[in-house]
């Protein structure tokens, strides 16, 4: 609804260009959703498995050892966060700028804008704040009224 809504004031008060520019960040933030989705429920899977091996070690094990830790480039240190930079769902908006820029440098009829792209990318937001909203406004209410929330 937001993507739509933002594709159409782009295209209808600054033009086709702008227009498709936004249309290319909701794209984005659509493909970034379903990626986070599948993040999100291969996590319900592990729930039951052993946790993470690296965090285990580097939360639990002591440091007596620097060298070993850090052990080259990366090491215990550079695992755990190389598994939490390295998702696929990052790579959307770097895709989105690549893209755009890639573009641009076509001889092409028009050029994507980066800004209505980037606002097109983050209509994501604006719809998790609704849903989430959405979600809490009973809770929200009973505790401003001074209801206990527990009586279902």
């Known amino acids: 609804m937001y993507g739509a809504g933002l594709t159409a004031y782009a295209t209808l008060g600054y033009g086709l260009a702008s227009g498709l520019s936004a249309g290319l960040g909701v794209a984005g933030s659509l493909a970034y959703l379903i990626l986070l989705g599948r993040y999100v429920d291969s996590l319900k899977e592990k729930e039951d498995d ?59 009829p028009f050029d994507f804008n980066y800004g209505p792209v980037l606002l097109g990318f983050l209509t994501y937001k604006a719809a998790v704040l609704t849903k989430v909203y959405e979600d809490l406004k009973p809770a929200l209410i009973s505790a401003l009224k001074g209801e206990d929330g527990d009586d279902e």
Do not use: C, H, I, W
């Not at 755990?80 to 390295?86: C, D, I, K, M, W």
């Open 50 to 108: 052993e946790e993470d091996y690296y965090a285990v070690n580097l939360v639990y094990e002591p440091v007596t050892d620097v060298g070993a830790m850090l052990g080259g480039a990366f090491g215990k240190v550079g695992a755990v966060y190389s598994q939490a930079l390295l998702q696929k769902r990052l790579l959307v908006p770097v895709f989105l700028v690549v893209f755009a820029t890639t573009f641009n440098k076509l001889d092409a």
